[in-house]
């Protein structure tokens, strides 16, 4: 059973930095993809990006490029979400999950969603 586990979230100001971890375990190979997603109180759940292990080919919604970059380090089964030029509208619970790679990072049906980690930008 695959396991991933989200880290690094915390308090920042508006313009700064943060990089987001998506720990993984419980994998066989590296033919899996991992999206992140993002939940904003009172708003649905939105696709942030997502990249497949294999060979580290990412897929990006249009709002976030050139601001957000997701990267992976297949010795640590850990993907990243390295995250700039922080907005207050930023702020949410970042979630990583198992996903179908394509333009829209489908997540896999029924798998469990862990806790996210909790990103919040101040004005």
């Known amino acids: 059973e695959v396991q991933l586990v989200e880290s690094g979230g915390g308090l920042v100001q508006v313009g700064g930095s943060l990089r987001l971890s998506c720990a993984a375990s419980?994998?066989?190979?590296?033919?899996?993809?991992i999206g992140w997603f993002r939940q904003a109180p009172g708003k649905e759940r939105e696709r942030v990006s997502c990249?497949?292990?294999?060979?580290?080919?990412?897929y990006s919604a249009d709002s976030f490029k050139g601001r957000f970059t997701t990267s992976s380090d297949n010795a640590k089964n850990t993907v990243y979400l390295q995250m700039n030029s922080l907005k207050p509208e930023d702020t949410a619970v970042y979630y990583c999950?198992?996903?179908?790679?394509?333009?829209?990072?489908?997540?896999?049906?029924?798998?469990?969603w862990g806790p996210g980690t909790q990103v919040t930008v101040s004005a």
């Open positions: 999950a198992a996903v179908f790679f394509g333009p829209s990072c489908v997540p896999v049906e029924g798998q469990k």
């Open positions: 419980g994998l066989v190979d590296d033919d899996y993809a």
């Open positions: 990249i497949f292990i294999g060979d580290g080919s990412t």
